[in-house]
């Protein structure tokens, strides 16, 4: 699957910050959009910039983080983005996911993440994917401690 993330950008937002972003929305991506970002609104306050074409991969290791996505109640599109350094005034998603493990795995490496809902035909499709894929691990039995007397034992 490919999808199309719609960035926007605020001009200092507050007197601290000279720009704010936000991913703003994760769409499908049929191709139509093109292969190349573009801007598509700047009123010199606001900018609004599309970045088309990114893949999306189900991969069956990760089918416990699809899980765990559909299973928050909410389940969204995971957006891994980074900033220009010598122009900070620029941002690009990097990478686009729907496992929460692996957004997990992003956080701990000290990277942006930000999420966007997932819409209904996304949501049905991951669903199967996880239907078919997913199988937890079966609860292992706990063995009593030996040395705890019966009677106190839980």
Not at 55 to 82: C, I, K, Q
């Amino acid at each position: 699957m490919r999808v199309a993330v719609r960035i926007d950008r605020l001009r200092q937002p507050s007197r601290w910050e000279d720009w704010r972003f936000s991913i703003a929305e994760v769409v499908p991506d049929d191709g139509g959009f093109g292969s190349a970002p573009r801007l598509l609104r700047d009123d010199g306050r606001c900018a609004q910039w599309l970045f088309p074409d990114l893949p999306v991969t189900l991969h069956r290791d990760e089918a416990e983080g699809y899980y765990l996505n559909l299973s928050s109640g909410t389940p969204v599109w995971f957006v891994m983005w980074r900033t220009d350094h010598a122009d900070p005034s620029r941002a690009w998603p990097e990478v686009v996911t729907l496992s929460y493990n692996e957004a997990g795995r992003w956080l701990d490496a000290q990277e942006r993440v930000d999420n966007c809902p997932l819409d209904e035909g996304v949501r049905a499709a991951l669903q199967d994917f996880v239907d078919a894929h997913y199988r937890p691990e079966p609860k292992r039995r706990k063995r009593p401690a030996s040395f705890v007397a019966p009677q106190e034992r839980r």
